[in-house]
């Protein structure tokens, strides 16, 4: 059954180029990213993947005198149009940092956040989402006893899986992950994989990661960049044992990066 | 390397004397205070100085009590803080969050000219502009009003909320507005659901620290009160303040009489106030401090 769904696109990007000021970071950029499927940007530092993916946010725009070039399309519109509704974009494309950033208030509050500004007033319905993704992020055990005491208190790993619940508390269609685990030891690193394993069913997920295990494990597909470029793209399992790219290769087996 | 350490030592010994300084300095004027205020304990007594009338100078009966003047204090340093709060922190939050670069440069030595206009000068803008302006607007019989220094001083509190508040907001995290932003926030949802709330300990500082100011100024507050001794909440009757009591009084007076000493028990409720504020600020501060981290 599965096996013979279409796998729809999600993400469509075409022809895109990104500046900071007169700086070029992402050069002619075209790929097209699949809809509940885990997609992994590798590439060494500096190749523009947390750049990228911003771009899908339009978290860029914050930044003074950046400039983007071309189409990116979700659920084929433009993103970039004049009609789009950042607030509407950014609702439905959610994002986890690299350095988890709870906000300095109540774990209940945090996950909170994200409904009270579109409108949730109900404190059972607040209390509902807010349980359902404290779940979904496998945190709702260790935190359901002290739901009132401050986000700070929580260890980094609990701290990153509750900006995950915070994240999908606005019910996003994407989720973005910018090095989700780069902070973390093994055995949080590990809940956070098995946590995107479970994300999978209901959300695309974009995962930037330097960890080469990590991309393996837990996509479906990845993209490769270097250089602001795109280099290659297509199923991990083939592009980790044979790469069409020389490039990729000698990223993916360490020579460089 | 012995002459490292020695360097060293010396400059600790330096510092450590340096920081000393303050606490001694501080400990003198409340002992100075209290050898020169002492015998009224004696006699008039302490009780006298719980009285609602404060009148010094009489041949029937002389009366020393502070109520009058804590509560002009109190009142105009209340009704200015209430006023400055919002220019400051909306201020403070436009400076630091809204306002471009150029902005930023064009407005922030304004500030710090209206932070250093010599009070006096204050008091004529007061007496001038302000006083008629609430003579006309309310329809009362004089301008000089506790509401009139409160203006005033209000000006006074503004530069001090704003740079503190400012600093407070400026170091909220960039990581929180981001994760705001990302969650579908808008800078101005961002600012006040996230920035404000995760600045709040330094704007509260920010504001003690600004009453401070306030309770302790002396010639605006002379200049625009009225100078009226009298136990009064209401914002446009004339009021005096317990700075402008002691700066109109101490020079006349004969030293040692019992108005004298009076003044002196003013003198150290004053202190008093500015030291419960400035420890109240400085403990919220701590507070927030640890909190970051
Ligand atoms: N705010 C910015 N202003 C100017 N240039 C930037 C900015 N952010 C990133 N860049 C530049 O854009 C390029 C791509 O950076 P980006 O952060 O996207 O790389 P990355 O692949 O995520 O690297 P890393 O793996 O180290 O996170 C780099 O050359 C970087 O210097
Ligand atoms: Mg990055």
Redesign the pocket.
């Known amino acids: 059954m599965a096996e013979n769904q279409e796998i729809r696109s999600k993400i469509h990007v075409e022809n895109m180029n990104f500046f ?2 007169s ?1 070029q ?1 992402l050069f002619d950029i075209n790929i097209e990213l699949p809809e509940k499927k885990v997609t992994a940007f590798i ?1 060494p ?8 993916l911003r771009t899908l946010n339009r978290m860029n725009d914050i ?1 003074d005198g950046t400039r983007l070039e071309g189409k990116v399309l979700i659920d084929g519109g433009d993103i970039y149009g004049p009609i789009t509704d950042v607030v509407e974009l950014r609702r439905k494309v959610g994002m986890i940092f690299q350095k988890s950033n709870p906000f300095p208030k109540s774990i209940f509050d945090n996950i909170a956040y994200g409904p009270r500004l579109h409108g949730v007033k109900d404190k059972g319905k607040l209390m509902e989402i807010v349980e359902s993704c404290l779940v979904k992020s496998a945190l709702w055990d260790e935190v359901k006893d002290r739901l009132d005491k401050s986000a700070m208190s929580l260890s980094g790993g609990q701290q990153q899986r509750l900006c995950i619940a915070r994240a999908l508390a606005i019910n996003p269609d994407i989720v973005l992950m910018d ?1 989700p685990a780069s902070a973390l030891d093994p055995k949080s690193t590990l809940k956070i994989e098995d946590l995107i394993g479970e994300l999978r069913k209901d959300y695309t997920i974009i995962i ?1 990661t ?1 960890n080469m295990q990590q991309a393996g494990r837990v996509s479906d597909n990845t993209a490769f ?1 270097y250089e ?1 470029r795109l280099i290659e793209y297509g199923a991990t399992e083939q592009i980790f044992t044979k790469p069409n790219e020389k490039q990729t290769e000698d990223y993916i087996t360490g020579r460089f990066g | 390397m012995n002459k490292q350490r020695l360097k060293a030592k010396l400059i600790k010994y330096f510092l450590q004397s340096c920081g000393s300084l303050s606490i001694v300095i501080v400990l003198l004027i409340f002992l100075f205070l209290f050898k020169e205020a002492l015998p009224f304990i004696g006699q008039p007594g302490l009780t006298e100085l719980f009285h609602s009338v404060w009148n010094p100078v009489s041949f029937q009966k002389e009366e020393f009590g502070l109520l009058p003047l804590v509560t002009g204090s109190v009142l105009v340093t209340l009704l200015a803080t209430v006023i400055a709060i919002p220019f400051g922190i909306i201020g403070a939050v436009y400076i630091s969050e809204v306002a471009s670069a150029k902005e930023r440069e064009f407005l922030k030595p304004f500030i710090e000219i209206l932070a250093g206009i010599p009070s006096v000068v204050l008091g004529f803008f007061g007496l001038v502009v302000i006083a008629p302006l609430v003579k006309d607007v309310f329809g009362l019989n004089t301008g000089l009003t506790a509401l009139t220094g409160a203006v005033l001083l209000a000006l006074m509190a503004i530069p001090t909320i704003m740079s503190i508040s400012e600093d407070a907001i400026k170091s909220v995290p960039a990581a929180y507005k981001e994760a705001s932003l990302a969650l579908g926030a808008s800078r101005l949802e961002t600012i006040w659901k996230v920035v404000v709330p995760a600045a709040l300990s330094g704007i509260i500082a920010s504001v003690m620290l600004g009453m401070g100011r306030v309770v302790g100024e002396t010639m605006t507050v002379m200049m625009v009160t009225g100078n009226a001794p009298v136990v009064s909440f209401n914002p446009f009757t004339s009021v005096r303040t317990m700075t402008a009591t002691v700066a109109a009084e101490m020079g006349e007076v004969t030293i040692g009489s019992d108005h004298y000493m009076a003044l002196f028990w003013v003198g150290i409720v004053l202190m008093l106030m500015t030291f419960i504020l400035n420890l109240v600020s400085y403990r919220v501060l701590k507070k927030y401090g640890s909190e970051r981290a």
């Open positions: 900071y000021g700086v970071a590439g530092s500096g190749c523009g993947k947390s750049t990228f930044i090095e930037v330097h960049f602001g």
